[in-house]
């Protein structure tokens, strides 16, 4: 007898597939309800799939924000923040800005393009309501 997750007895998830071919037949049929209340059935039979590799941003993030490495970063930033001048919170601040700005900037490029092309050149929004 198949043994039910405790996830899809409690509604979480509909159905487990072991790979995208199987997850795509399992999803072929459904009905599904959009947020406005209009009802969709899903046609995956014969859907085009392809596998996008993360770019180096991606890459980069998650090996620094795994915990391990993340612990590993904290402990070299206190200890450089107790054996150099500038102790303190200005310290930390300059330098968490500096090391992490960058990173969440780039996290945010699709984000902050899709923002500033709402605005014109002079400033205006082009957002209109």
């Known amino acids: 007898m198949e043994r039910v997750p405790p996830a899809q007895t409690q509604r979480v998830i509909d159905f487990i597939a072991a790979d ?3 997850l795509l037949l399992q ?3 459904r009905t599904v309800q959009m947020s406005d209340g209009v009802q969709h059935t ?5 859907a085009a799939t392809a ?10 993030l998650s ?3 795994d ?4 612990y590993l970063l904290l402990l070299l930033g206190i200890y450089f923040e107790l054996t150099s001048p500038g102790f303190g919170v200005p310290g930390v601040a300059v330098r968490s800005r500096c090391c992490w700005w960058p990173l969440r900037c ?3 490029a699709s984000t902050s393009a899709a923002w500033c092309s709402s605005w014109d050149a002079s400033g ?3 957002v209109r309501a």
């Open 67 to 70: 915990p391990t490495v993340a």
């Open 42 to 46: 899903v046609n995956s039979l014969g």
């Open 20 to 22: 995208l071919p199987a």
């Open 27 to 29: 999803a072929h049929g």
């Open 124 to 126: 205006r929004s082009r």
């Open 63 to 65: 090996i620094i924000t």
């Open 51 to 60: 596998a996008v590799e993360p770019d180096w941003r991606t890459k980069l």
């Open 106 to 108: 780039a996290s945010c």
